[in-house]
Each structure stands twice: as structure tokens, then as C-alpha cells.
């Protein structure tokens, strides 16, 4: 009996299907590019960003027994777990000194100073883009270009093709959407 079958028994009912060969290749067909895709948004490296998502599968894998569909489905679990490995390895790059050859030391002498705050840009920037996600695209994208890109309205309205008073209601309803949402969302 395979690895797979046997660890299947012992995983009961709350089963996300990370530990069979069928469940594993699921996952990896719907959601490997996404969970790719945001490691590399969030790590900036394309090596990091594979290494974030092995890792995110084996902590899946080896929780598999934990998932409770009540809470969301095997994506969201995914993505939370993948939310940890990112800000796990963010921490530890920040942490350790960088390698640098010789020819690439400046006047200074020294390797460059960890950003202190990297780790918390990243998450404040993975947070930012999950809420924007569950937001329609017309409220999604006036607050992109009105909040986080600080441009008038009046410019975005005529970028958009729409009055200024459209803008300013997806705005408002965007904003009013996150609002109303769970804190821990």
C-alpha cells in the first residue's frame, strides 16, 4: 500500500484531498499558478516564489486532516497557508545578512541594511490586494486610481469615460464594502 493510501486512512473527515495522487494533481491543475503568482508578487523572486509554494503544498499535505470546509474552501486554506510561508520567508530574508562578491561593495564596505519593515510592507501590500480581489472590478479599479495611485477624480473620470459622480460612487461604495467586511478578513 502506497504512502498516499495509507496516509489518506488516518485523515478522517475533515479531509481537504491533499493526500491522494487525484486530489494533489486537482489542486495543482486549479490552483498552482495562483499561488505562484502571489509568491512572486510578494517575494519579487521567481526561485523564492517556487520554494514558497512547495512549501505551501507540503504544509497542506501534512495538514491535510485539519481543513474544515465550513471555513472556506481547499483555495482559501491554501492561500492562508501560503500567506504564512510568504511572511516566513520574507522575515528570514530580512534577518540574514546578504551575499555579495567582492566587485559588488561600494565606498561603504559593508552589505546593504535590511529593510526593518519589509515583512510588514509585504503583508500590508497581500492584504491590500485580497480585499481589493473581492471587490467588482469598476469599484475595484476607481479605488485603485483614486486611493492608492492618489489621482483626481476629475482624471480618472475622463480616463474611464464616465462622469466625475460615477467615479465618486464607486469609490464610495467600495470603500463602504471593506468597511462592512470581518475584521480578521
Not at 59 to 76: E, K, N, P, Q, Y
Request: aromatic residues 6%; contains cysteine; charged residues 25%.
Amino acid at each position: 500500500m502506497g504512502a498516499l493510501t495509507e496516509r489518506r486512512r488516518t485523515c478522517g473527515a475533515h479531509c481537504a484531498g491533499l493526500c491522494t495522487d487525484e486530489g494533489l494533481a486537482r489542486v495543482l491543475a486549479a490552483d498552482w499558478g495562483l499561488l505562484h503568482w502571489r509568491a512572486r508578487r510578494g517575494l519579487g523572486d521567481a526561485g523564492l516564489a517556487e520554494h514558497a509554494v512547495q512549501e505551501t503544498l507540503l504544509r497542506a499535505w501534512r495538514s491535510c486532516s485539519l481543513f474544515d470546509a465550513r471555513r472556506g474552501s481547499v483555495r482559501t486554506w491554501l492561500l492562508a497557508i501560503e500567506r504564512n510561508v510568504i511572511i516566513d520567508i520574507a522575515r528570514a530574508r530580512a534577518a540574514r545578512p546578504f551575499d555579495i562578491a567582492w566587485d559588488e561593495i561600494g565606498d561603504t564596505g559593508g552589505p546593504p541594511i535590511a529593510d526593518p519593515d519589509f515583512a510588514d510592507g509585504l503583508i500590508d501590500g497581500l492584504l491590500v490586494a485580497e480585499l481589493l480581489s473581492r471587490l467588482p472590478s469598476a469599484q475595484r479599479e476607481a479605488v485603485v486610481e483614486v486611493i492608492l495611485r492618489d489621482r483626481a477624480y476629475r482624471e480618472v473620470a475622463a480616463d474611464f469615460g464616465v462622469p466625475v459622480g460615477t467615479v465618486k460612487t464607486r469609490v464610495h461604495y467600495a470603500l463602504r464594502s471593506l468597511r462592512q467586511l470581518p475584521r480578521g478578513a
